[in-house]
């Protein structure tokens, strides 16, 4: 069971006249721009407000009553130190790299709320990678491919073939040594569909836990 202490219950053993002082004094220290408890009764003790008629009194039982001032609260407090982030890169089992010296990767394009995502996985290994597109031009796809077969050429991987459907046939000759399969016009690639699927499902998922009607591009984005 979890104890809370209410204005009511830390109001017992104050007088009317005394809880009625200590709401006059929260306003108050509101109007001096919320300084803190001590500052405020330095202030009262050396008459450095004028006509005040807030008393220390009023002042240490509107602390105790109602508890340190929001304002200040949420204005002067500071975050906490995160914790330092410490990279750790693991290589890629040698077993994975035997077996898939030389990859295919899957590529299409993928439409959330109107904004094109640039999807591509990895054959066998099931390795998805997703890119924001925000123009479809030739030149601007073909360098999304070419940054993301570099990190896969990085970590050992050598991209030989992207299977592709008829909108990426300007890239043919592109994509430096990777070959364009290009499907038919009534042909897909079963893989990058089943993977773009389950990823539109978990992001209407995640934007109905969130209290907004609509999301702006960037936020649409991040869920990506």
């Not at 219950?9 to 919320?34: D, F, H, N, R, V």
């Not at 008629?53 to 105790?64: G, K, R």
């Amino acid at each position: 069971m979890c104890l809370v202490d209410t204005v009511d219950s830390l109001a017992e053993g104050y007088t009317p006249c005394q809880i009625a002082s200590a709401k006059a004094a929260c306003p108050a220290m509101s109007m001096m721009e919320s300084p803190s408890t001590n500052t405020f009764c330095y202030m009262i003790c050396n008459n450095l407000v004028n006509n005040c008629p807030v008393t220390l009194e009023s002042i240490w039982v509107a602390d105790n009553v109602f508890g340190p001032d929001v304002a200040s609260l949420q204005g002067k407090m500071v975050r906490r130190k995160p914790d330092k982030f410490d990279p750790a890169f693991v290589d890629v089992p040698p077993e994975i790299l035997a077996c898939n010296l030389d990859v295919v990767v899957v590529v299409d394009l993928m439409f959330v709320n109107g904004l094109p995502f640039l999807v591509l996985i990895l054959q066998n290994i099931t390795i998805v990678t997703v890119l924001y597109m925000p123009l479809r031009t030739a030149d601007n796809l073909c360098k999304g491919m070419l940054q993301v077969v570099a990190v896969y050429q990085w970590r050992g991987l050598t991209v030989t073939t992207a299977m592709v459907d008829n909108q990426f046939h300007p890239l043919q000759g592109m994509i430096g040594d990777v070959d364009l399969n290009i499907t038919a016009a009534t042909e897909h690639a079963l893989e990058i569909e089943c993977c773009i699927q389950p990823m539109k499902e978990h992001i209407r998922t995640q934007k109905s836990h969130m209290p907004f009607s609509w999301l702006l591009a960037q936020m649409v984005i991040g869920l990506v």
